[in-house]
């Protein structure tokens, strides 16, 4: 390993560096690993190109944190496994940049270079068919490099190309500052991840959780939440945070608490009982949400907050005294009166708060009406514009209530085909000055890909009239032809508001009591 000299900082610090090119083969096999506890990789590509301009201009960039440790710590899921060797040390700090490096060099992320413009940027379809472009990872790679420089040498500039690619090649040479922790416990090196992040701002809320949790409970990451986490992002509803369950699971672990549970002052067994009752939970809650409302993924369900709820009801009441309708109507309003659209952790503690309580359905709803909101659905309620999620998913809810149809094939529609938001009057139809108001909610139709595609900028006197008048309805749409104009638009739009209102207000009323209500 080519490091830098190391000077100590006290008994258990110490100074020194790393070149890039051997921490990439010390991640690669193993000598510097990723512990549990931190989080993934979640860097973006287009970060890789500015890191390596830093770099081949000789910028200064960030040390990177380790901690040596002989304690039996497991490795972070997805990285290379740490191997036992005395000199193995953790990353604490610095895992980003390392994986970017490490993906760049191995060249799983297309980085070229222009040696004319000495600029790096993500390989794109313009660089491919511009000449003087070159992928970083072949000047990185020996054998690739010596192929590479025998097909320049033929180009007038081959010298100064060759310059340019020897600076490149001498970016595995930049010497990274490296702090390295030893004889620190499993706690002082996670408290240590905490501060450099937080104060930092770089790290959410849920990696600190997790952090903590890890901590206390060895393994318990990376053998029971990270494959939880990978299973719901394989069915779907991976929005679903890992802070989000941790909340239910606190919830579930000390349901008689006043204040909010901490998870890593949990005993193990507590611990992973709270969590197994977790897990259950939220699956019974997707099952319903996939039976009831079609939603197959969380395309169309923009805030896991509504589940979080939701998650905690299915523990509180099984099978026999739940009731699946009373959920739904509460989800559906939830949406409608955009819950957690600000403040959410203080919403999401009242709701689980009411959670407790012996009606937990009725104290959620009595949260809903804080501050004299109605439930019931007004054609104002889907004025907003299609940035609103929380519209979009009140409007196909009340859709779903009509049997939504595509507006092609009139084929049932779930969140599970890829689905377009489609706009009923051609944006491109209308004045320069007004065309941000074809935007609204009462303008969108949800549409398969291929059906989006296929009526395009298609008028909808064009292609409505073509289909039967129940698709039609399904979508909310006014069965009227005058108004499939654009010179009708805000006729149609209103019309719209309010057979969405409508449909929206027939959907609760049919899962829930009118006592419960109010309208």
Known sequence: MN?????????????????VDSLIEDFKTGRVAIPEFQRGYVWKERKAPQLLDSLYRNFPIDSIL????????????????????????WLIDGQQRTRTLEKIVHGDIRVVF??????FQLESAATKKTPGWYYVSEIFGDSSYRELRARIQIENNSDQIKEKFHRVRNILNYRIPAVRMEGHSFDEAVDAFQRINTMGMRLRKEDIQSAKVAARHNKFISTEVIPYADDLRGRGYGRL???????VCAFIAKPDARNQTR?????????RKAWAQTKNATDQVIDILRGELSLLNMDVLWSANLLVPLIAVCHRMDRKTRNVDEMVGWLSLAALRHRYSSASETALEQDLKACREKDPIGSLLANLRQGGKTLEALPSDFSGAMADKN?????????????????????????????NKHHLLPRAQFMENVRHEADCIANMAFT??????????????????????GVIES???????????????KNFWSHRRKLLADAFNEHVKQRMPRRRLGF
């Open 3 to 19: 490091r830098g000299g190391d000077f100590d900082m006290g008994v258990s610090l110490k100074i020194d560096s790393y070149t």
């Open 66 to 89: 380790l901690w040596r440790s002989p304690l039996d710590v497991e490795s972070r899921p997805g990285a290379p496994r740490r191997n036992n060797s005395e000199s193995s040390s």
């Open 114 to 119: 222009h040696p004319g413009d000495d600029v």
């Open 241 to 247: 945070s890992t802070l989000q369950l941790f909340m």
């Open 263 to 271: 998870l890593h002052e949990l005993e193990s067994t507590e611990l």
């Open 391 to 419: 519209g979009l998913l009140a409007m196909f809810i009340a859709c779903k209530y009509r049997d939504i149809r595509d507006l092609h094939d009139g084929v049932r529609i779930t969140s599970a085909m890829k689905l």
């Open 448 to 469: 398969s890909e291929a059906t989006n595609k296929s009526i395009n900028m298609m008028s909808p006197d064009v292609y409505l009239s073509k289909l039967d008048s």
């Open 475 to 489: 979508q909310c749409i006014p069965v009227n032809p005058d108004l499939w104009r654009i010179s009708h638009a």
